[in-house]
């Protein structure tokens, strides 16, 4: 079986936005998102010395990374990392250059090489930029808080970033006060795992939890849904029925898709906070309750009520202290921590969870870096949830497979929801690329540069061309499939098909240490001579323990 060498993406840039100001009490960070080590995830270096106008200094040997509110850290220590080490310096209003010295540690941005110096500015900074060093380590560049991070409570939310943590210190405030809570927070986000997380802090905590979800109830059965009805109320109605309210008294009763409950309901439930009292259904008794409500919405409420489909006094009474979670695009430093925690849910599930303890420090990653970063870099519409989809669509479609392999549908979807290409190179030395150009006010984005090859469908792609491709470019996958007019992430699964390409994964030991020999260690030669990726044999080279240019 052919083992794929690391997928990049490309997109196109998009329009940036000008004078960003940093945000007070933040600094420059970076996040472990990928690591061969998957217990590394989530460990993060302050950047305090560039925010103070000093270089920073990044090998494999130090400084050292950390978990946040943890003051003992370890450096990156992956031995593909070289110890000369590349160069964070401040490049003035909040920019960022990451500065390379020939021989030190490969760095990409977004799956493209940086040359000698990359710049990178506070708009970006403020999404999050994710750095590919030496294709296995993945480590994200964004703005963290300055604020001295003490010890907290996970509450079962899986990160450290500062807006997870916002989260939990909102839910450690108001827990234990009997107070109407309303969240708000796009699909996705966990707003249900947020509420029960108040729940399991408050007073109540030992009576029922009961989640509604108002969206799911028929309009015309909500009220007895929520209130309950009395015998005798409509046709059918033989007995007594208890609704949630009475089911949660005691407890807790989260009201999810508030921005759906018919205009009815919204009087009752108003009642409910004003007075502590409920109608059930055809009751002319008021029935005292004994809960607590939780609400949630991914609605814009205020445009409801414009609308005259809220009730303003409702939204105020609900809201009586607001929770925001946010989307997962604006936590992109969890994004790691998230998918390995998903992932050894599934893994264990197939029996497969010692793919996230490695014995060799050589091998390749389980995560390839460059999927990583397609996982950082995508929008992620569908939040959290989306990305637990997707980790167990990458884990079981590479059962049984040692690294994780995606489909290029998959792929492809990621790339087209990705954020624009992060900076630009600051300094490009002679014969180098020129980076893509900005488009102009006006262009049509994502047109064909001047020359460039028409797009096509892989499926056009001859075996021929694409040996001939692949031989014209030195096997530089990327610049193979750009000749070709083709996404890059199509050029794996054509390798894949092809009966007469081998990939670096295909060669066995005993052929690269021969090769090896007699091309003296000289790598383009070896290249030449094996027909297969320089980058991918370079990788195999070290899982051999051979360095180019020894022997």
Known sequence: MKTRGLLEVSTVDGPRHRAVERPPSTLPALTVVSHPSPGRVGDR??????????DVLLSRNAPDFARPGSAVGSPLADPSLSRRPLRLAPAGDGRVRVCLDEGGTRVTVAGEPVPAAWEIDLADLARGVPLELSDRVVVLLHLASAEPEGAMESMGMVGSGAGIRGVQRHVQRIADLN??????????VGKELVARAIHARSRRRDGPFVSVNLGAIPRELAAAELFGTQKGAFTGATRDREGFFRVARGGTLFLDELGEA???VQVMLLR??????MYPVGGQTPVPTDVRLVAATDADLEALIREGRLRAPLLHRLAGYEIRIPPLRERREDIGALFYSFALEELEAIGEADRLAPADPYAEPWLPASLATCLVRFAW?????????VTRQLVIGSRGQPRLQA????????????LPLPGRPHARPSGSVPAPAQAAPGDHAGAPAAGAPARRRPSEVTEPELSAALRANAWDLKAAADQLG??????YDLIERSTSIRTAGDLGAEEIERCFRACGGDLDRMVEQLSVSKRALRR???ELRLEPGRH
Do not use: C, F, M, Y
């Open 45 to 54: 270096l302050l950047l305090e010395a560039l925010a103070a106008g000093k």
């Open 179 to 188: 107070v109407p809570v309303l969240i708000r927070g796009e699909t996705g």
């Open 262 to 264: 018919p205009v009815d």
């Open 272 to 277: 409910v906070l004003e007075t502590g009292e």
């Open 381 to 389: 519409p569908g939040n959290i949830r989306q990305l637990r989809n």
């Open 407 to 418: 489909e290029p549908r998959l792929l492809e979807e990621l790339s087209a929801g990705a």
């Open 486 to 491: 083709i996404p890059r992430p199509s050029i």
């Open 540 to 542: 195999r080279l070290k």
